[in-house]
Structures are given as C-alpha cells and as structure tokens.
C-alpha cells in the first residue's frame, strides 16, 4: 500500500514528441532529463518509429547463435564513431560494466578491480562492487571481492595504485551520479599512462558521458583512448541497450546474453547513430552548454549537454519548483541539478531553460 501510495504522487507521463512530454491531464513538460539521458533524439521520433515499426514486422528475436544483417549495420554504424577490436551487446549499461569487469579478468589473468570514490557504475553485483555510494551498497553487502576504490581526481593515488596484481582501472570521463564531476586531464592521463606501464588495463565508462559533449565520447577531449569502454543510454534512443567494446577479441562463450544485440535493438541503434551523424547532433551538442547563475549557485558543470548546477543547498525542493513550472529536471547529488536533454533541443530552447532556471533559484 506504501509503495502505491507513492507512486501515485509521481508525474504519470503519457505521451512525449521531440523535447515535450505531456502527463495524464494533458500538462506539457520541456524534458531535460529525457529518461535519464536516453531519450537523445527526443520522443516519438518519426523516422526511428517507422524503423522498429518496420522491424517488428520482419524479425524481432533471432538468439545470440545467429548472425542478422542489423547487428551488422549497428557496428558499422558505431565504427563511424569509435574505433575497436570486439564488440559485446547487452541490455543496459550495467550489463556493459558486467561484461568490462568480466573481460579485464580474462584477459589479463588478474583479480583486482580499482574504481573511483563517488563512482556510480550500476546496480549488479558486479557494477554494485565498483560502485561507491554506501546507500547503494550496504543493503546487499558482501559484495564480489578484489575490488578497491582510490579519490577521483587524485594524481598521486592514480600513480601509487595499480600493480602487478591490477586487472583494470574503471573509471567515468565526467562522474554522473555524484554530480557531474569531469575528470581533470592530468588524472585521466595518468590513469592511462600507470594502467599500460603496469599491464593493467584501462575501463572508460561512457555509459552517461558519451554523446553529449560535442564528441562520441567524452574521453576524446582528453585524448585519452580506453582499452575497454561501455555504452548504454541513448545509444538507441529508449530500447534497451548496452554495448562493451574492447581492443582485444574475446573468445566466444566467454559471456553471452538472450537478448543482447537483437534484431530490434540493434535496428534502434543502427537508425539512432545514422541520424546524429546526418544531423551532426552530437557536434552541435557540444556548442548548446548553458552558465546558469545566480546567489544561490556555486558552479554549473560539465561539457555540452551533459550540465549539473552546483547550488548552496539541498536541490530536491527546486527540481519540484521546477516542475509545476513545466520543466523537468533531476538531481545528481543532493545539491546538483542535473539536465541530460534531447540532443536534438535547440539553443533558444536551452537559454529557455537557463532562464527558468534562474527564476526559480532566485525566487
């Protein structure tokens, strides 16, 4: 009864076009969360829905024994974008991480597994274990050993870290979860250069950050090149979808999954990586960055479309305020106000959101 209860004071959305979604009693929203960073060509894209549409009526499952012309043209799709040897589909990005995990073990042979404080890599056992947040962690604790966790940003505990024990470093180019938080150059890099000194391997979770800065990946800004990387969100722009790349061929039956790489999914990202390449969606991105200010803000951070809003105290009764005003946003930490908005938004849309943004912080 608690748990209906609750969920009846949630928004009821119903519908969504472009960057709009509209609830239960036909109230219209500007969605700068878009379902966490999923939704990068916005609701109800026509051409994507004519494409699963389309799929739906030729094949929709063919199991992971088989080869389909769409999971094809998904990696091709994807290798416009990003080099790699290896590619492994799953259903969401804490699959991907799973798969990285399991992969850096098999390779090289070795158990430990370094991640970052505040690092937020999912909610399986595995992503759980590289996860830092303790309210994540402490219901389902013993988690799965050999994991550590060193301070993000940290240069010197970068460098004093991995060893001849160390399987793989994991690590976010821009932290979501704890607030949008880039990772310095210096510290990336490091990261980079101890994991290949040590025969460690390199783990870039591009899960949120990828996309949204003004380049496919947001560890292009640092020109830092990860040995395996994850993806998931908007990668099919709301069917499920996680994708584990890797500079290094994984022998077959190493890991598997039912639906990973099916025939719809696959076409949703295939359609999804033609039309922000047509569009040049993911360049333009990088130039829509708003600066919010205001008395009450300390910093707004991030790069592109991927922001958080530092405020001087608890963010929850703004994301609220927010919202009857018809915007929706979310929080990333408990003083950050975090927008991941259809890529497709327009400039004049975003100075918008700054605008209300303001208004509200300042109210």
């Known amino acids: 009864m608690m748990e209906m209860s609750l969920y009846r004071k949630r928004l009821k959305l119903v519908r969504g076009h472009g960057v709009y979604v509209w609830d239960d009693e036909n109230r219209r929203y500007l969605d700068a969360i878009a379902g966490v960073g999923v939704a990068v060509l916005g609701h109800a894209h026509p051409e994507l ?56 073990r098999f390779y090289t042979k070795r158990k430990e597994i370094i991640a970052m404080s505040n690092a937020f890599h999912g909610r399986t056992f595995g992503a759980l274990s590289a996860t830092w947040k303790k309210k994540y962690r402490e219901d389902y604790e013993p988690l799965v050993p050999g994991f550590r966790h060193i301070p993000f940003n940290d240069v010197e505990a970068a460098k004093e870290s991995v060893s001849k024990n160390t399987a793989a470093v994991i690590v976010e180019p821009i932290q979501g979860e704890s607030g949008i938080i880039p990772a310095t ?47 998931g969100k908007g990668l099919a722009n709301g069917v499920p979808i996680g994708v584990t790349l890797a500079n290094f061929d994984v022998p077959h039956g190493k890991h598997g999954s039912t639906f990973g790489g099916n025939p719809l999914a696959s076409r949703a990202m295939a359609e999804t990586l033609k039309i922000l390449r047509r569009e040049g969606l993911i360049e333009k991105a990088g130039e829509k960055r708003i600066e919010v200010r205001g008395e009450k803000v300390i910093e707004t951070r991030g790069m592109g479309l991927m922001l958080g809003i530092l405020i001087r105290e608890p963010a929850g009764k703004y994301v609220e305020a927010l919202q009857t005003r018809g915007l929706l946003v979310n929080t990333a930490g408990s003083r950050v106000i975090r927008l991941l908005p259809p890529l497709i938004i327009s400039k004049e849309q975003m100075m918008c959101i700054k605008q209300l943004l303001e208004e509200v912080l300042n109210d």
């Not at 994991?195 to 899960?207: C, P, S, V, Y």
């Open 49 to 104: 829905a004519r494409a699963l549409c389309e799929q739906a009526q030729k094949l929709l499952v063919a199991g992971p024994m088989f080869h389909h012309e769409e999971k094809f043209a998904a990696l091709k799709e994807l290798h416009r974008f990003v080099d790699f040897e290896y590619a492994f589909f799953g259903n969401s990005g804490t699959e991907a991480v799973e798969a990285a995990l399991k992969f850096a």
């Open 185 to 231: 150059r210096e510290f990336l890099r490091t990261l980079r250069d101890v994991t290949e000194d040590k025969g460690a391997l390199l783990i870039l979770d591009e899960i949120q950050s990828s996309l949204r800065t003004g380049k496919f990946l947001a560890s292009e800004h640092y020109g830092v090149k990860g040995d395996i990387i994850t993806l």
